[in-house]
C-alpha cells in the first residue's frame, strides 16, 4: 500500500501492539490527539488508555518511567514530542537506559524504542528543528537509529521493537509526509546497523541519513553524475564496512548532514575512512552540514540548512580535485 | 467568594521510644518479641557488614563505600514487611535492605570490589546501586505500572535521600505515581544531610512528607531510628500500594559515619550534634528492650557477632577470589556485538589492554 513515512510508522507500531501485549506507548497528547504529528493517530481508542498512555508534561519521567516499564518486562515506546525538548531526559538515557545492561552484565536489559522528531526544514519555532544524533551516538549501549523513507520507518522500528536494546528512533519532521512509497502490509524487519545504497555510481561516494537523503538524490540525478548514495539508516552503530566500501570503491567521498558541522556524525565516518581508505582516495574527503551554531529562527532557516546549491557546489570540487 | 481548597496534615509515629517503651496502642499484631528480637539480629549484622566495609576500603580492599550507621532501623524495619514478589529500588546506602533480600554477601562485596558482575543476579526483580541522585524513582513507578498492567499484585518500594527530595526527578516520580494510581511506596530516608548540606538548605518545607500532597499522595512521618515503627508504618503502606495508593514515607534518622569513605563530616558538624543522635541511634533502645524481657544478654552479644564475623569473612574470602574477566567489558553493552566494537575488543585482547605484563595476569 502506499503510504508516508507518518502512516508507516503508525502501522509498524499497531502491528507490534497487536503481535504483543508487552508493547505500551507513553508520550505528550499521543492518546486522543494521535500526537502532534498524528503518528499514533487512533491507537489509543484500538488499544485503550493503559496501553496508549496520556502522560503529564515531563520528559525526564517520560524516560525514566519507560526505562522502569522495561525493566519491568514491558516493551515501552516513549515519544518525546520534539527531539529538543528530549535534553530533560537526557540523563535518564546516558546514565540508565544506556548503562542498565553492562551494569548487571545482560541481566537486566532495558528494551524500549524511543522516538521523536527531528531536524528541520519545516520553519517551526526554536527547539522544533534540532539535528541531536551525534549527542546520542557518543554514548555506547545506546542504538541511533533514523530512516530516510517510509518503507525503512516501518522495516527498522519493527526490527526495534523485536530488539533487547535501548533504541532511539530520530523521525525526520521534514520527511512525515514528503512522499509517499509501496509499503509492504505485512510485518517485515530492515536489520540494524545496516546501512542502505540508495544508488549506484562510479565518480563519488555521498554518505548522508535522514532529511538529506532525498535532496542528495535529487541533486545527483539533476547533475547527471554517478554517484554511490549511502543512506546510513543507523548510525550508532555505524555500519563501517558500508562505508569503506563506497569509500574504495570511488575514491572519492562527500558526507552530508543537517546537523552541525563540528563534531558531527560526519567527523566520525571522515575519521573512519581516513584511518582505514586514505590511500584508496582521489581527493580529501568532503563535509556539507549547517554551520556550527544553533538551528535559528525559521525566517532565517533557508540561510542555514544544506541546500541543492551547497550540495552540488561540493560535488563539483570533489569531482574536480 | 472565600473558601479552604485544601487541607492537610502529616502524622509522626514511633513506636518504640530512645527508653526501650512500646506505645502499645500503635504496636501492630503481627510484631512479636521473636520478630524484634529478629530485627535486632538483622540490625546488628547491617552494623557489623558496615564496619567491615569502612575497615576494607580503609585498607585499599574495596573502594569507595557510603556507610549506613545510624540508618539499620529506616533499612531493616522497611526490609522486614516487604512481601515476596515486591521489588525494591533503591539507592546506594541500602545496604542491609540488600542483606534482608537475600543477595548473597559475596556478590555485594564484589560490587564494592568495582566489578559489576556483583549485580549480575539472574531472576532478581529488585534493582542494584542507582547513584545518580533521585533519577531512580521514575524507574519505580515504570515498574510499579508494570505490576500494576501485570495484575501481579506486588508492590514497588524505592528510597530516596533528605537531598535527594530537591531533584526534579523526585517530584515528577511522584506526580507520576499520583496521576497513574501506581503500587508504590516511597521512603525518604531523612539522614538530616546531603553530604555537607543540612536538611534546612534542602528545602523550606516544614517536613518533606508533605511534598507528597502537592501530588495527591499520602505523606507520612516515622522515627526511622525506631525500627517496630519503621516496620509498621511501611507495613500499612504497602497494604494502601496494592489498592493502587502509593505513599511517601519520610522517616526521621541520622547519618552518625561519613556520607562516603571520601568525605569528612568534621568540617561541616559539630560533635555535640553528633552525640545527640549518637543516644538516640537505633540499636540501643531494641538491646533495652531485649534486656527488660530476658531476651537478650552480653553471652547471647558475644556469640552473635562471633556468628558474623564468620559469615563475613567467608563471603569477603569468596568474593577476593573472584577473577574478573576484562574482555568481558565489551560484552555485556548491546543485545549482539557490532563490528566496530568488536573490532575495538579485538585490538584490546591482542594488545593485552595494554598493560605492563608484570601486572597483567
Given at each position: 500500500m502506499q503510504m508516508n513515512m507518518v502512516a508507516a510508522i503508525n502501522n509498524a507500531l499497531s502491528q507490534c501492539m497487536e503481535e504483543s501485549d508487552r508493547v505500551v506507548l507513553l508520550g505528550e497528547d499521543i492518546g486522543k490527539d494521535g500526537g502532534v504529528f498524528r503518528v499514533t493517530d487512533g491507537l489509543q481508542a484500538k488499544f485503550g488508555e493503559n496501553r496508549v498512555i496520556d502522560t503529564p508534561l515531563a520528559e525526564s519521567s517520560i524516560l525514566g518511567m519507560s526505562i522502569g516499564m522495561a525493566l519491568g518486562g514491558l516493551r515501552p515506546v516513549p515519544e518525546i514530542q520534539f527531539a529538543g525538548f528530549m535534553f530533560l531526559g537526557f540523563s535518564q538515557l546516558i546514565n540508565h537506559a544506556a548503562r542498565y545492561r553492562s551494569r548487571t552484565r545482560s541481566t537486566k536489559p532495558v528494551p524500549m524504542v524511543v522516538r521523536t522528531p527531528v531536524s528541520g526544514g519545516v520553519r517551526t519555532l526554536e527547539h522544533h528543528s534540532d539535528s541531536p544524533e551525534a549527542y546520542y551516538s557518543h554514548i555506547g549501549g545506546l542504538v541511533v537509529v533514523e530512516p530516510s523513507n517510509p518503507y525503512d520507518a516501518k522495516g527498522l522500528l519493527i526490527k526495534s521493537l523485536h530488539m533487547e536494546d535501548p533504541i532511539l528512533f530520530l523521525e525526520p519532521t521534514k520527511i512525515y509526509r514528503l512522499f509517499k512509497q509501496d509499503v509492504p502490509d505485512e510485518m517485515y524487519e530492515v536489520p540494524i546497523g545496516k546501512a542502505s545504497k540508495v544508488s549506484d555510481g562510479a565518480q563519488l561516494s555521498v554518505i548522508t541519513y535522514g532529511t538529506m537523503v532525498p535532496l542528495v538524490k535529487s541533486v545527483v540525478q539533476k547533475k547527471g553524475v554517478s554517484a554511490d548514495i549511502l543512506d546510513l539508516r543507523t548510525i550508532n552503530p555505524l555500519d563501517e564496512s558500508a562505508i569503506l566500501e563506497t569509500a574504495r570503491k570511488t575514491g572519492r567521498v562527500l558526507i552530508v548532514h543537517e546537523a552541525e558541522l563540528s563534531f558531527g556524525v560526519g567527523a566520525e565516518v571522515a575519521a573512519r575512512i581516513a584511518e582505514k581508505a586514505m590511500y584508496d582516495l582521489s581527493a580529501p574527503i568532503m563535509r556539507v552540514a549547517s554551520p556550527s551554531l544553533p538551528y535559528p529562527f525559521p525566517g532565517y532557516e533557508q540561510y542555514y540548512v544544506p541546500n541543492e546549491l551547497k550540495i552540488s557546489q561540493a560535488i563539483d570540487k570533489l569531482l574536480s580535485a | 467568594m472565600l473558601k479552604k481548597t485544601f487541607e492537610g496534615f502529616v502524622d509522626y509515629i514511633q513506636v518504640l521510644d530512645e527508653f526501650g517503651t512500646v506505645d502499645k496502642s500503635l504496636l501492630?499484631?503481627?510484631?512479636?518479641d521473636s520478630m524484634i528480637l529478629e530485627m535486632y539480629k538483622s540490625m546488628s549484622k547491617a552494623r557489623a557488614l558496615d564496619a567491615k566495609a569502612l575497615s576494607l576500603q580503609r585498607q585499599g580492599r574495596i573502594f569507595t563505600y557510603p556507610p549506613l550507621l545510624g540508618e539499620e532501623a529506616s533499612q531493616v524495619g522497611s526490609a522486614m514487611a516487604f512481601r515476596r514478589g515486591d521489588i525494591i529500588v533503591p539507592n546506594y546506602r541500602q545496604h542491609a535492605v540488600f542483606m534482608l533480600r537475600g543477595l548473597p554477601l559475596d556478590r555485594w562485596f564484589v560490587s564494592l570490589r568495582g566489578f559489576e558482575d556483583g549485580a549480575a543476579i539472574n531472576g532478581a526483580k529488585d534493582t542494584p546501586v542507582s547513584v545518580p541522585i533521585g533519577t531512580h524513582l521514575p524507574h519505580a513507578v515504570g515498574l510499579a505500572y508494570a505490576e500494576k498492567y501485570k495484575k501481579s499484585g506486588n508492590v514497588v518500594v524505592s528510597y530516596i535521600g533528605d537531598g535527594g527530595t530537591s531533584e526534579g526527578d523526585f517530584y515528577e516520580a511522584l506526580n507520576f505515581a499520583g496521576v497513574f494510581k501506581v503500587p508504590l511506596v516511597i521512603i525518604i530516608v531523612n539522614n538530616q544531610w546531603a553530604i555537607s548540606v543540612p536538611r534546612r538548605r534542602q528545602s523550606a518545607a516544614q517536613t518533606l512528607a508533605q511534598k507528597a500532597f502537592a501530588a495527591g499522595l499520602k505523606g507520612v512521618q516515622v522515627d526511622g531510628n525506631d525500627v517496630v515503627g519503621m516496620y509498621k508504618v511501611v507495613k500499612d503502606a504497602l497494604s494502601a500500594a496494592a489498592n493502587n495508593e502509593p505513599t511517601v514515607i519520610e522517616c526521621i534518622t541520622y547519618?552518625?559515619?561519613?556520607?562516603?569513605?571520601?568525605?569528612?563530616?568534621t568540617k561541616y558538624r559539630t560533635d555535640g550534634e553528633v552525640k545527640e543522635w549518637e543516644a538516640k541511634e537505633p540499636l540501643i533502645r531494641v538491646r533495652r528492650y531485649l534486656t527488660s524481657r530476658n531476651l537478650w544478654d552480653d553471652s547471647k552479644e558475644k556469640d552473635m557477632q562471633e556468628e558474623f564475623k564468620k559469615e563475613i569473612d567467608e563471603a569477603l574470602a569468596k568474593a577476593e577470589a573472584f577473577k574478573p574477566d576484562p574482555k568481558s567489558i565489551f560484552e555485556h553493552i548491546y543485545s549482539f556485538m557490532p563490528e566496530v566494537l568488536k573490532e575495538e575488543q579485538d585490538a584490546a585482547i591482542a594488545a593485552g589492554f595494554w598493560l605492563d605484563t608484570s601486572s597483567h595476569e
Open positions: - | 501492630p499484631e503481627d510484631v512479636t547519618r552518625l559515619s561519613m556520607h562516603t569513605t571520601a568525605d569528612d563530616p
